[in-house]
């Protein structure tokens, strides 16, 4: 049965243009366990797979309807024999796609055969620049097989991007971690400062760095920037707990990006399916074009108009959108009130209690790493903790 009943749309709202980008989730199954992994901590409830036709007819449709890129994510993608298929249709189609990874998995006789399918672009991801601590933060000794790795993307003439997620354990690191990014030959760098969803929204004090720690690598990457110039791209993405400014949530629900669970659940961001009373469709049961433009779940926060104060009549509301749904629902509880991270949102206060508990050091829970028997257990308490769209990124 279609979950797609039409939702109530504002008729003064314009038309939402096609999703350019879709982002495919094609497994949960990970050999890592980072300890902020962006699955939702229920992955281990949503085990099921769209098989290889189900990807490429959505592939298709939304093509048909726009989608220029696409991104191949999970989990670890590579764990699926079917890649190669879903790139060389994609391929076909003309989308540029983008493979997110934690490098397991990708061999040379591998990275040969996805360069063959067309894959445009590959982004790897480390968890640090030393052995000790990328094997503790992923819980698996994966530190040289990322070196060899590195090494391989670059044999296949791909761009050579990295993804370093940060946090308090390896953000004073910082300067190594960029000077093993040049040894690499990285042409581009994401610092991604953690979200604080998901896992990482378990394991919040004991990752969210402190104010002095932030400004230190702030200012060692301006330095590294400053020396680097054009040889390398260093984007740092701000953490927003510490600053206080609301980012658009994936660019705004609904504007641009369509999620594809592995289950074929369709969702604007990562993390929405876990938002209490909203129905998101199944790319088995419903097209790619009905699912944009006429499901509740793609509806619901479209725009301004479902806003209340302060976000109704700030004269901010269009820049950011009233920030981020499912960061409103883990801390505020209401999935309708603006992103606590906003000086505005009466719910600040929390924010802020989180960030002076960083300062202080507290650190009531143990560290909780991602895997299956854990996320089993939380899921019988635990379902609304989810990833952030600010930055896709994997572990
Ligand atoms: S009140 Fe709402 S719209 Fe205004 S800055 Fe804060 S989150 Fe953005
Ligand atoms: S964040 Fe880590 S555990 Fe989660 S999907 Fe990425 S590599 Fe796997």
Same mark, same amino acid.
């Given at each position: 049965?279609?979950?797609?009943?039409?939702?109530?749309?504002?008729?003064?709202?314009?038309?939402?243009?096609?999703?350019?980008? *879709?982002?495919?989730?094609?497994?949960?199954?990970?050999?890592?366990?980072?300890?902020?992994?962006?699955?939702?901590?229920?992955?281990?409830?949503? $085990?099921? $797979?769209?098989?290889?036709?189900?990807?490429?007819?959505?592939?298709?449709?939304?093509?048909?309807?726009?989608?220029?890129?696409?991104?191949?994510?999970?989990?670890?993608?590579? *764990?699926?024999?079917?890649?190669?298929?879903?790139?060389?249709?994609?391929?076909?189609?003309?989308?540029?796609?983008?493979?997110?990874?934690?490098?397991?998995?990708?061999?040379?006789?591998?990275?040969?055969?996805?360069?063959?399918?067309?894959?445009?672009?590959?982004?790897?991801?480390?968890?640090?620049?030393?052995?000790?601590?990328?094997?503790?933060?992923?819980?698996?000794?994966?530190?040289?097989?990322?070196?060899?790795?590195? +090494?391989? /993307?670059?044999?296949?003439?791909?761009?050579?991007?990295?993804?370093?997620?940060?946090?308090?354990?390896? /953000?004073?690191?910082?300067?190594? /971690?960029?000077?093993?990014?040049?040894?690499?030959?990285?042409?581009?760098?994401?610092?991604?400062?953690?979200?604080?969803?998901?896992?990482?929204?378990?394991?919040?004090?004991?990752?969210?760095?402190?104010?002095?720690?932030?400004?230190?690598?702030?200012?060692?990457?301006?330095?590294?920037?400053?020396?680097?110039?054009?040889?390398?791209?260093?984007?740092?993405?701000?953490?927003?707990?510490?600053?206080?400014?609301?980012?658009?949530?994936?660019?705004?629900?609904?504007?641009?990006?369509?999620?594809?669970?592995?289950?074929?659940?369709?969702?604007?961001?990562?993390?929405? +399916?876990?938002?209490?009373?909203?129905?998101?469709?199944?790319?088995?049961?419903?097209?790619?074009?009905?699912?944009?433009?006429?499901?509740?779940?793609?509806?619901?926060?479209?725009?301004?108009?479902?806003?209340? $104060?302060?976000?109704?009549?700030?004269?901010?509301?269009?820049?950011?959108?009233?920030?981020? +749904?499912?960061?409103?629902? *883990?801390?505020?509880?209401?999935?309708?009130?603006?992103?606590?991270?906003?000086?505005?949102?009466?719910?600040?206060?929390?924010?802020?209690?989180?960030?002076?508990?960083? $300062?202080?050091?507290?650190?009531?829970?143990?560290?909780?790493?991602?895997?299956?028997?854990?996320?089993?257990?939380?899921?019988?308490?635990?379902?609304?903790?989810?990833?952030?769209?600010?930055?896709?990124?994997?572990?």
């Amino acid at each position: 049965m279609s979950q797609t009943a039409a939702a109530p749309m504002d008729s003064s709202a314009p038309r939402p243009g096609p999703p350019l980008w *879709l982002l495919a989730e094609v497994t949960h199954r990970c050999p890592l366990h980072c300890v902020f992994c962006f699955n939702p901590v229920d992955y281990a409830r949503h $085990e099921d $797979e769209l098989t290889t036709d189900d990807w490429v007819r959505v592939l298709r449709q939304g093509r048909e309807l726009g989608a220029v890129q696409l991104g191949l994510s999970g989990g670890e993608p590579l *764990l699926r024999d079917d890649l190669e298929a879903i790139v060389a249709e994609a391929h076909r189609l003309g989308y540029y796609s983008n493979l997110l990874t934690s490098g397991v998995g990708l061999t040379a006789a591998r990275a040969a055969s996805l360069k063959a399918a067309g894959l445009d672009h590959v982004q790897l991801s480390f968890q640090d620049s030393t052995r000790e601590l990328n094997d503790f933060l992923s819980h698996t000794k994966t530190f040289e097989l990322k070196q060899r790795v590195a +090494r391989e /993307i670059k044999a296949q003439g791909w761009p050579m991007v990295m993804n370093v997620v940060i946090h308090r354990l390896n /953000i004073d690191h910082i300067d190594r /971690i960029i000077g093993m990014a040049v040894e690499l030959g990285a042409e581009y760098l994401e610092l991604a400062n953690t979200q604080y969803y998901s896992w990482a929204f378990l394991n919040r004090d004991q990752l969210l760095p402190t104010r002095e720690q932030l400004v230190r690598a702030e200012a060692v990457t301006a330095r590294w920037r400053d020396q680097l110039g054009d040889r390398m791209r260093l984007f740092f993405v701000a953490p927003d707990y510490h600053d206080g400014t609301v980012k658009r949530c994936a660019n705004g629900w609904g504007s641009t990006m369509m999620v594809v669970a592995p289950d074929g659940t369709a969702l604007p961001c990562h993390t929405a +399916r876990m938002l209490p009373g909203l129905a998101f469709p199944n790319v088995r049961e419903a097209g790619v074009r009905e699912i944009w433009f006429d499901s509740e779940g793609f509806n619901r926060y479209r725009g301004t108009a479902w806003m209340k $104060e302060p976000c109704a009549s700030c004269d901010q509301r269009e820049k950011d959108l009233g920030g981020c +749904r499912c960061q409103a629902y *883990l801390i505020a509880h209401d999935a309708a009130v603006a992103d606590p991270v906003c000086r505005k949102s009466p719910h600040h206060g929390e924010v802020v209690a989180a960030v002076e508990r960083a $300062e202080a050091g507290v650190r009531e829970q143990p560290i909780q790493f991602r895997d299956r028997a854990s996320s089993l257990r939380l899921s019988a308490g635990v379902v609304a903790l989810s990833p952030s769209p600010n930055s896709i990124t994997t572990g």
